[in-house]
C-alpha cells in the first residue's frame, strides 16, 4: 500500500516508480514535509518505508530531523529515503535518491508550448535572484559595486532588510527589478546573453556556523530557464554545483566562463568569483554578444534537448531505487 501526504497533487511519477519495484507487501508512505501534512506516526512500525520529497530541491540537512522522529516509531533507518533534487549528498544518514525530473518536469511542463528563439541579446546579463538570501545580497551589493548594473539587468523578488551588519552598501532599489521574472517571454530575462543564476538556499552565513563542502548544490527553475532560453550559465551556488550540471550531460561553456569558483569551499570567496566572471563578459561590446550567441547555437540547442530530456524520465532514478530494495531483501 502507497499513501501520500503533503501534497496538493499525487505525486505521479515516484508513485509509479515504486508500484513497479517495491517488494508487493510494502507499507509505504511518502510525505512532502513543506506541504506541512503530519505522518501518521501512530500507525509506522519496523515494516514501514518512508520516503520523503519535495519539488524543492532541498538536501537533507533540511529533513534531518524527521529521522529520530520515524525511528522512534520503530521505521529502520534502511527504510528511510530521502528524495530531492539535490545533486551530490553522499554524507545524508539515510538512504539519498536523487533526481531532477519533480521540478524539471512541472517546468517544462510549463513551456509545452515555448519554442526556443536566438534573439539577439539587448544585455549581457540577467541576475536571477529569488527570495532573499546572504549570498544574493552580497552579489548584488558586489555587482552594483562594479558599477555593472549598466550592462544587465538584475532581479529580486524579496525587499532585503534595510540594515545587513557588514556590507559597504545597500542595495540601491532604483537599480534592481522587482519583477520574479516566471515568464521566459520577459524581455529584461530573455535579452540577457549570460544568465547569473542564484542557486544559493543551501549554505549557512560566514559566522554562523563552520562552512564547509557539506552543503549541497540543487536544481531549481532558474537553471532550467538558462537552459530554456539559450543563455551562457554563471551558478552563485554551493560547493560543486556547476560539476553536477556538467555531469548531467549539459554544456557549461567551460570555454567561455572559468568556472574555477565552484571548487572554492569558502562561499564569501566564491562570491567575489563570480562577480569577476560577470565583470570580465560585461568588457565585450554588443557586436561580440551577437557573434557569440550566433556561434554557441548547436550548444545551446544540445542544453534544450538535454533539458527536455530530464523531463518526465525517471529513467535516471530506477537504478537507485532497485538497489535500496534489493539491500533490503531478506537474506
Known amino acids: 500500500m502507497i499513501r501520500y501526504f503533503g501534497f496538493k497533487f499525487p505525486p505521479v511519477g515516484i508513485i509509479g516508480i515504486l508500484e513497479q519495484l517495491a517488494p508487493a507487501d510494502s507499507q509505504i508512505c511518502i510525505l512532502d514535509p513543506i506541504g506541512g501534512q503530519e505522518l501518521p506516526y ?14 524543492e530541491g532541498s538536501s537533507h540537512k533540511w529533513f534531518d530531523r524527521l529521522i529520530s522522529r520515524l525511528t522512534s516509531t520503530g521505521v529502520k533507518q534502511d527504510r528511510i529515503v530521502i528524495r530531492s533534487a539535490c545533486l551530490w549528498d553522499p554524507e545524508s544518514p539515510v538512504r539519498h535518491v536523487h533526481t531532477i525530473v519533480d521540478e524539471c518536469s512541472d517546468f517544462v511542463t510549463m513551456l509545452r508550448d515555448y519554442i526556443p528563439t536566438a534573439n539577439d541579446p539587448t544585455h549581457h546579463f540577467i541576475c536571477l535572484n529569488n527570495g532573499h538570501r546572504w549570498q544574493r545580497f552580497e552579489l548584488t ?5 562594479r558599477n555593472l548594473k549598466q550592462h544587465g539587468q538584475i532581479s529580486y523578488i524579496q525587499s532585503p532588510p534595510a540594515l545587513v551588519p557588514g556590507f559597504p552598501i545597500l542595495i540601491d532599489k532604483s537599480a534592481i527589478s522587482w519583477h520574479e521574472q516566471r515568464d521566459v517571454d520577459f524581455p529584461e530575462l530573455s535579452g540577457a546573453l549570460y544568465n547569473v543564476i542564484c542557486e544559493t538556499a543551501y549554505e549557512t552565513e560566514p559566522g554562523v556556523t ?3 563542502h557539506h552543503h549541497r548544490p540543487g536544481m531549481t527553475e532558474k537553471s532550467y530557464k538558462c537552459f530554456a532560453l539559450y543563455q551562457v550559465p554563471i551558478w552563485l551556488a554551493p560547493y560543486r554545483a556547476v560539476a553536477c550540471y556538467r555531469a548531467l550531460g549539459f554544456d557549461v561553456f567551460d570555454d567561455i566562463i572559468d568556472h574555477s569558483y565552484d571548487l572554492e569551499i569558502d562561499s564569501a570567496r566564491r ?8 565583470q570580465k563578459i560585461c568588457e565585450q561590446s554588443h557586436t561580440q554578444l551577437l557573434e557569440l550567441k550566433k556561434h554557441l547555437l548547436p550548444r545551446f540547442e544540445h542544453n534544450w534537448t538535454r533539458l527536455r530530456y530530464y ?6 532514478e530506477l537504478p537507485q531505487w532497485k538497489a535500496l530494495f534489493l539491500d533490503n531483501m531478506p537474506n
Open 271 to 278: 562570491i567575489y568569483m563570480v562577480a569577476d566572471q560577470v
Open 210 to 212: 563552520q562552512l564547509t
Open 42 to 55: 501512530h500507525e509506522l512500525d519496523t515494516n514501514s518505508w518512508v520516503v520523503i520529497t519535495t519539488n
Open 311 to 316: 523531463a518526465h524520465n525517471f529513467a535516471t
Open 141 to 145: 551589493c558586489e555587482l552594483l559595486k
